[in-house]
């Protein structure tokens, strides 16, 4: 009897690193994870150890396999997916990152972005690429790092230094150095990309003096790139079949392969993303065109919202306030709590992004009375989690003409059922929940499979959970939208100078 065949999904993420292996009726045999650390050298600034994400990697593959007796060679191929934007620059000789990986949500990079502001180079910068200038994306990260890194300049000049966001460099690592790639997604994401052509664009890398000999080549999302080297996986060779932006995973995983239809990650920030189909849509109302997956030759589009900060403010009141021990316990906390008692919570820690797009902004918390209890301010916090989300939506709809008539969702604080119950009455539209909620692997994992037959796409299947209808009315909800939109001004308007 021949041995069961996997597909193996690293899904490296902001906080965290996980190998998860499904089978071919797309149910998971095995999850390992890891936390990973995340640290803040100054106010606004978000870094990570780019070899500890490496070496995590290597232990939740080792760990998956080894609790599950799994066989390395009974793994016919591996997805990942990965955290976008977050930026690594190596030594290609030593294999050695030259700095700390600064992560997207870092806002370290503000003044060079001001400085291509001062330059005149937006527009330029979101026809191309349709993005916009911010520090969220890799390309200001790369140039902090060009002119802040002793001998990093002279480096890339003489072609010693590789670029890469994280898909990149696990991809150089897992490969013995052997494949230097990005995918298309990921490639839409640096500020250096081309989404029309599909090319990395001349005119910004000579604007941004980045020499072209650091990036990666771009791949479809969907190809066998080459394997394994024996010694990174176990003295197996195991094709590495797809990359993908962890957003654009998501997208995937909930088989949003239909122009039109929308999904919502409730992960550390909340990512909201409209396929497009064969369109770029550009936005005027915030939002970014980016691109969903690319197939062969054949390129899918979506509209994103990006919310910077989502189930993170979780992590914050329970580490830094203090305010629960455990994020399972949110959700009596809320329900408890009845109202918030007129308290919002504004979480732009990183700034505001979608659809503001205000990297100066604070995070406000607006309503406080002496009544103010820890119930009323964790309600706040979960229910600012679905306001950023009704945001981006309405933002969306515009941009497309579509309306949106349902709303997929995964993500760590998508099990948290007020906050869905919320967002479905906010919206005043179902909200579907599914059944596996590593759905960002799911879309990495069904990248790679199709890439060498393992599945059809007549294979590819997922099943809700639960779906949340609206219960409460819509003029109720949206005069809760108006005073949170109240809350985002008081927000948006205190740019203390002081520490």
């Known amino acids: 009897m021949a041995e069961k065949q996997y597909i193996m999904a690293i899904d490296h993420g902001t906080t965290s690193t996980r190998a998860i292996l499904f089978d071919h009726d797309c149910h998971i045999a095995g999850v390992s994870q890891r936390e990973g650390s995340v640290e803040y050298p100054a106010p606004g600034w978000v ?80 026809e191309k690429t349709g993005l916009r200038i911010d520090p969220y994306f890799s390309a200001s990260k790369i140039v902090w790092m060009l002119e802040n890194v002793p001998q990093a300049r002279e480096k890339a000049e003489k072609g010693e230094l590789l670029f890469g966001n994280m898909d990149s ?136 919202g990006s919310i910077f900060v989502s189930g993170s403010v979780m992590k914050w009141m329970r580490d830094e306030l203090h305010l629960f021990q455990d994020v399972g316990q949110t959700e009596e906390m809320a329900l408890n709590a009845g109202t918030t008692a007129g308290v919002f919570l504004v979480p732009a820690f990183v700034g505001l992004g979608a659809p503001y797009w205000d990297d100066k902004a604070k995070a406000t918390i607006v309503g406080l009375t002496l009544g103010t209890n820890r119930d009323h301010l964790v309600r706040a916090a979960i229910e600012s989690m679905a306001y950023q989300a009704k945001e981006v939506l309405d933002a969306m709809e515009q941009d497309s003409g579509i309306n949106i008539s349902k709303l997929k969702v995964d993500g760590g604080a998508a099990a948290n059922n007020f906050l869905l119950q919320f967002q479905s009455d906010l919206c005043q539209i179902p909200v579907d929940r599914f059944k596996v909620n590593e759905l960002t692997a799911l879309g990495a994992a069904f990248l790679a499979g199709l890439a060498i037959g393992f599945w059809t796409w007549e294979d590819l299947k997922i099943e809700v959970g639960r779906t949340f209808e609206p219960e409460r009315s819509p003029e109720e909800m949206a005069e809760r939208y108006r005073a949170w939109k109240e809350a985002v001004k008081a927000c948006a308007e205190f740019k203390p100078n002081v520490l």
């Not at 390395?72 to 976008?84: F, L």
């Not at 999302?221 to 394994?228: F, K, L, V």
């Not at 005027?284 to 054949?298: F, M, P, R, V």
């Open 47 to 126: 870094e990570q150890d780019a070899v500890s994400i490496w070496l995590d990697t290597m232990a939740v593959t080792a760990a998956v396999l080894n609790n599950t007796g799994i066989l390395p060679d009974q793994v016919q191929a591996i997805g990942i997916s990965n955290q976008r934007e977050t930026t690594v620059l190596w030594d290609k000789n030593t294999g050695l990152p030259i700095y700390k990986a600064i992560v997207w949500q870092s806002r370290q990079t503000s003044d060079i972005c001001d400085r291509w502001r001062e330059q005149g180079l937006e527009d330029m910068i979101r």
């Open 169 to 304: 460099w696990l991809v150089w690592k897992l490969t013995g150095g052997e494949r230097h790639i990005t995918d298309a997604t990921n490639a839409s994401r640096t500020l250096l990309y081309n989404i029309e052509t599909g090319e990395w664009d001349d005119e910004l890398l000579k604007a941004f003096n980045i020499p072209k000999s650091i990036l990666p080549e771009v791949v479809p999302t969907s190809q066998n790139y080459g394997s394994t080297a024996r010694y990174a996986f176990f003295g197996a060779q195991v094709p590495i079949c797809s990359v993908v932006g962890d957003q654009q995973a998501a997208l995937f995983g909930q088989l949003c392969l239909e122009k039109g239809m929308a999904k919502n990650t409730y992960g550390t920030g909340g990512f909201l993303l409209m396929n497009t189909g064969h369109d770029i849509v550009r936005s005027k109302n915030g939002l970014l065109s980016t691109i969903a997956w690319q197939i062969g030759d054949e390129v899918t589009y979506a509209l994103e």
